[in-house]
């Protein structure tokens, strides 16, 4: 008998091989979480370029273009001068027609909390919050279109086929948690943004970083292992499936679509035990529903409850980039959505019992927990609205030129205003800022340089802030 064979039969021997074989297996997968290994999984979590203020994001889209002159921008100018021309826009067309006379907001400005900021009554809970947020009143975008703007407002272009936001960061920064997503979208309870799945697109990036949409009425898609089949097949199964995928990928080195099927099998069978965990909500407190508003006898206003606490869940369990939407356009104009062209003062009322108390609640419940203190909430829209209503109608057109966004969270200022616009709230005029501005500063707090955050891709490094992009410095806590 060889040498070798003696050895193979050597009980002891081979029990010892054994042992150290199945630690060297176990270092590795630690190795590779880590991101220690010279090829790490491309979702493994990774350093940022500085000292980071924020953990995570939790990013509100209304969707429509909701009204900056009838919620967050007070303009007495407005009531002074109610019914008269614009000044200087006597033959201004926009995006539907022809403009009306200047219009006061149907709702009334009050002053709220200690800074005393004007906020309309139109959004009495987000109103009571205004000395944690931190409001942007000279945001600026590059299109008065719908879907173009959802574009700018998620991945800084206005064309499609551009990563988004959350997909940046995750590129970034990896994620912080192997059980679920690294970055997740919640489409409104109606349906999804014009824009559709290019809000949470992964655009040229590694597959791997596109957004994982569900909410908290529908979860993700075949998750779940069908009862005719038994665990222990679909557990052989998937185990045959990474086998035959590994050794296609180590003659196919480098292809990115085929490592994101890897690793979003690997996710999937781990997210079999944390999605249905996370999105029960059988554990929430009847003192958290009531809060959130979430026994809502307004169907639309509870699902859209529910969807908030799924967005606190998700940041809890440290999902880096939670995207939360509220406002579809499967129903038409401004019938589902912020879109206010004709009939502004009917339609927003139903808007706003759908969004004002979930969303508020949504921040006093991760402040109460601890989790705002790490957590950047971002709320945006995709442009302004005209202080002027339409020629023959009573509503709003879509302005560019200004609108109003607000921060609350980690790393900026609690109870602050940052720029301005024009005395009727028509144009941004100090401290202008574009969308651009708003991702380099997103970045920034979690740690990012927005002008190191890129990828090769057809002869250009690309980024999400483009060219441009300035961090907006005047916000900063």
């Keep these: 008998m060889s040498r070798a064979r003696e050895l ?39 350093g940022p370029h500085h000292t980071p203020r924020a953990s995570r994001v939790l990013a509100v889209f209304c969707s429509g273009a909701l009204s900056h002159l009838d ?57 009571d919050l205004a000395d944690e947020l931190c409001f ?18 998620s991945t800084g272009f206005v064309l499609d086929g551009f990563p ?12 912080s948690n192997r059980d679920l997503p690294t970055f ?29 949409p569900l909410n908290a009425s529908r979860g993700i898609a075949h998750l779940e292992r069908p009862a005719s089949i038994p665990e222990p097949t679909d557990r ?18 480098g292809d990115s679509e085929l490592e994101a099927r890897l690793a979003s099998y690997e996710l ?3 997210m079999q035990l944390s999605v249905p965990d996370v999105l029960d909500l059988a554990g929430e407190s009847d003192a958290t529903l009531r809060l959130y508003g979430a026994d809502s006898p307004n169907a639309t206003k509870a699902r859209y409850a529910r969807n908030c606490i799924l967005a606190r869940r998700l940041l809890e369990r440290d999902v880096r980039f939670v995207q939360l939407f509220n406002g579809a356009y499967a129903m038409g104009e401004g019938v589902g959505n912020w879109d206010g062209h004709k009939q502004i003062a009917e339609q927003y009322p139903g808007h706003a019992e759908i ?63 940052h720029g301005a616009t024009d005395e009727f709230g028509h144009k941004a005029v100090e401290d202008v800022c574009t969308v651009h501005d708003l991702h380099a500063t997103i970045l920034h707090l979690l740690g990012l340089d927005h002008e190191r955050l890129t990828v090769y891709q057809n002869g250009l490094e690309r980024r999400l802030t483009d060219v441009a992009g300035q961090v907006i410095e005047g916000i900063l806590a």
């Excluded at 060297?24 to 290994?37: K, M």
């Design 8 to 46: 193979f039969l050597d009980r002891r021997r081979f029990l010892g091989d054994t042992c150290t074989g199945l630690g060297a297996i176990a270092s590795a997968s630690l190795l590779r979480d880590a991101g220690l290994l010279a090829r790490p999984d491309d979702s493994s979590p990774r």
């Design 71 to 127: 919620t967050f921008d007070h303009k007495p100018a407005l009531i002074r001068h109610h019914g008269s021309a614009l000044p200087g826009a006597d033959e201004l067309v926009t995006f539907q027609g022809k403009q009306g006379a200047l219009t006061r907001s149907p709702w009334t400005f009050r002053p709220r909390g200690q800074t005393g900021k004007q906020v309309s009554d139109l959004l009495p809970h987000l109103a």
């Design 136 to 153: 942007v009143h000279s945001m600026t975008t590059k299109t008065n279109t719908h879907g173009p703007g959802e574009n700018v407002m």
């Design 164 to 175: 988004s936001a959350g997909s940046w960061v995750g590129y970034g920064l990896g994620s």
């Design 184 to 212: 997740v979208a919640i489409p409104d309870p109606r349906g999804v943004p014009q824009a559709s799945v290019n809000n949470w697109s992964n655009g040229f990036l590694p597959a791997v970083h596109q957004g994982t």
């Design 236 to 253: 052989a199964t998937r185990a045959f499936a990474a086998w035959l995928n590994r050794r296609h990928l180590e003659r196919h080195p």
């Design 268 to 270: 999937a069978a781990r």
């Design 355 to 417: 969004l004002d108390q979930p969303t508020a609640a949504l921040l006093i419940d991760l402040k109460r927990r601890g989790l705002l203190a790490d957590t950047l909430v971002v709320f945006t829209t995709e442009f302004g609205r005209m202080p002027t209503f339409q020629a023959g109608a009573s509503g709003r057109d879509h302005n560019p030129d200004a609108f109003t966004v607000w921060l609350a969270g980690a790393g900026v200022k609690a109870g602050h205003s």
